[in-house]
């Protein structure tokens, strides 16, 4: 896709092809190829249908690829920076107006489909003394290893999110509530085991609290959802900290000050 030149293609391995789908001796081919400035690839075969190709067809197609080309690097570049409003400058995951668009789609398809929405809301435990200890350039490494530690405890269909400063949102589509008790619990475990560095100082050991809830359960909308997965992890902070805690055990003190 998006290779070779322009040009005429009299018989090749693409006439076979053609011919397994029924397309029975199309002739000459003429070789269109397209490619935007970046990723953007496709390409155009024009099927002479018993005639020859002539100089006009070649010049029509060659305008053609080249608007075409055009266009795809403007689509590029429209895409690129969509895609940046969207994504969080330290950590390099999507950001809370990412989360809250996407949180709003998936409730309701949740709710078409039947399906249930869980979601996790994790913060560092003591983050500020990262910052306060080392600085906040290993702060923000901190953020980013982190980011990918919770990118690779989760599926490709899920949305992380760093909702601000050292918290991050999980959005897990088709996942019941015991399930992603399951998931917290082994992202829990994998920060509390992980080595995070810490420039000269070498190394530092963290922990997370995290908090889930899930639609419908313990919320049909945005707000609530969010607000339960939140207030659950408020109390696991309350408890302890280095632990999930579910949005079904929240009592009236389920919310207080955390660090």
């Given at each position: ?9 009299p018989w ?21 190829p ?7 690839v496709?390409?155009?075969w ?10 006009l ?15 795809l690097?403007t ?17 390099g995951?999507?950001n ?36 306060d ?6 702060g923000s ?26 918290e ?58 969010l ?17 999930v ?15």
């Amino acid at each position: 896709m998006g290779q070779g030149g322009l040009g005429v293609v009299p018989w090749g391995p693409l006439h076979h092809v053609l011919g397994r789908i029924g397309l029975e001796s199309p002739g000459a081919l003429l070789s269109v190829p397209l490619r935007g400035a970046d990723r953007e690839v496709g390409h155009v075969w024009i099927l002479a249908d018993g005639r020859r190709f002539g100089d006009l067809d070649l010049s029509a197609a060659e305008t053609i690829m080249r608007r075409a080309n055009a266009a795809l690097a403007t689509a590029e570049r429209y895409h690129h920076a969509k895609e940046r409003a969207f994504i969080d400058d330290v950590t390099g995951v999507y950001n809370a107006r990412y989360l809250l668009a996407t949180a709003d789609n998936e409730i309701q398809r949740a709710a078409r489909y039947g399906n249930p929405l869980s979601v996790l809301f994790l913060d560092l435990d003591r983050f500020k003394s990262v910052n306060d200890v080392h600085g906040h350039l290993v702060g923000s490494d901190t953020l980013r290893a982190l980011a990918r530690l919770l990118s690779e405890c989760v599926r490709q269909v899920d949305t992380l999110a760093r909702y601000g400063g050292d918290e991050f949102t999980i959005l897990l589509v088709d996942t019941p509530h015991d399930v992603a008790l399951k998931v917290a619990e082994r992202i829990r475990s994998r920060i509390e085991s992980h080595v995070f560095e810490a420039g000269r100082e070498g190394s530092l050991r963290l922990s997370i609290s995290i908090g889930v809830a899930t639609c419908p359960a313990h919320g049909s909308t945005r707000e609530a959802l969010l607000d339960a997965a939140d207030k659950a992890m408020y109390r696991a902070k309350s408890e302890g900290r280095n632990r999930v805690c579910s949005a079904d055990d929240l009592g009236p003190s389920a919310r207080s000050s955390h660090d």
